[in-house]
């Protein structure tokens, strides 16, 4: 379906462990609100502790749509993330509620706010060899590569990420355009009146949350979950390239102890989160101060909301 560009939506957006959810729950404590997530790993089921997901509990208490969508391994894009956005924020909009997407996925928000980029469709023959690469060489090495072609495009994507990185070099291939010129030349026409809040803490207490975060999933179960879903078929794979997920099966099959695992998970979050906050600084976003008072958010987008509304298409 099409958005609406006359809806108005907010978001609050920025890295790993910002306390993203924690404000949106506040938020919905004094506005009739839905959460739409903008999470690409919250959408696969089963995966609760490594993504930290808003929990029943919260779930039950404030809506949540874009939250175990599909089942681990399952295809998962970010054309496919607009499309089911767009649906929820129709539904929550026609139920006179406001649609609030939370999340860290700067690739899924942008998408949502201003359509995809106009790159090339893929190519069997040259994204199976690429992935037989991948499968042979490891991500890292491709994302060496890519480095190399689209040095803009690897700062935005983890080396553990091969999805991501076949993508790049698909369009580089196909094109000999980096698939970064694509996102620039793309126009961003608005498809919704919207109100983008960035939440961060300062770098050092960030990183104190990633550590200290990345401890609680370690004991509250992720070896656990992920022996589970490794069982599931297909699942391995998109395991391998997540987050926590990765560590937590070299600790199950013996190439890690639980220590090294968990320092190594502990980097990885602190260089997403780095990628995250790169991501966003390139978006017109409204940065909150630290710690947020959450009676001012509720007045900005208020605000937002009714202004707005008197210029239409106009995003604040």
């Known amino acids: 379906m099409e958005a609406e560009v006359g809806i108005f939506v907010a978001a609050i957006v920025g890295p790993t462990a910002a306390g993203k959810t924690a404000l949106a729950l506040e938020l919905a404590r004094r506005l009739p609100l839905e959460v739409v997530s903008c999470d690409s790993q919250a959408i696969y089921r089963g995966m609760d502790v490594g993504t930290a997901k808003p929990t029943p509990e ?3 208490a404030v809506p949540h749509h874009l939250v175990d969508v599909v089942e681990v391994g399952e295809e998962f894009s970010a054309a496919r993330y607009v ?3 767009d649906a929820a924020i129709a539904e929550i909009h026609g139920r006179g509620k406001l649609p609030l997407v939370v999340g860290g996925t700067g690739l899924y928000l942008s998408a949502l706010l201003f359509g995809l980029a106009a790159a090339p469709p ?3 023959a040259v994204r199976r060899r690429l992935e037989e690469e991948v499968a042979r060489e490891g991500a890292p090495a491709l994302h060496a590569r890519l480095v190399r072609v689209d040095p803009e495009a690897a700062l935005r994507i ?5 999805v991501r990185i076949v993508r790049a070099l698909e369009v580089w ?3 000999g355009k980096p698939l970064s010129s694509f996102h620039r030349e793309h ?9 983008v809040l960035g939440v961060t803490p300062p770098r050092d207490e960030l990183y104190r949350r990633v550590n200290e975060r990345a401890v609680r999933m370690f004991e509250g179960g992720l070896l656990e979950e992920t022996r589970a879903l490794a069982r599931r078929p297909g699942a391995r794979r998109h395991l391998e390239r997540c987050i926590g997920y990765g560590e937590a099966l070299d600790v199950l099959e013996g190439r890690a102890t639980p220590a090294e695992a968990l320092a190594r998970m502990q980097q990885e979050q602190r ?3 780095k990628r995250q906050l790169t ?3 390139k978006m017109d976003v409204r940065w909150l101060p630290w710690p947020p008072r959450v009676e001012e958010v509720v007045e900005a987008i208020v605000q937002a909301r009714d202004f707005s509304r008197d210029v239409p298409g106009r995003a604040p």
């Open 58 to 60: 919260e779930r039950a």
């Open 83 to 85: 499309e089911l956005a």
């Open 122 to 124: 893929k190519d069997e």
């Open 158 to 162: 983890s080396p553990r990420d091969p």
């Open 173 to 175: 291939e196909l094109t």
């Open 187 to 195: 126009p961003r026409r608005p498809r919704y009146r919207a109100l």
């Open 271 to 273: 260089r997403y989160a």
């Open 279 to 281: 991501w966003f600084r």
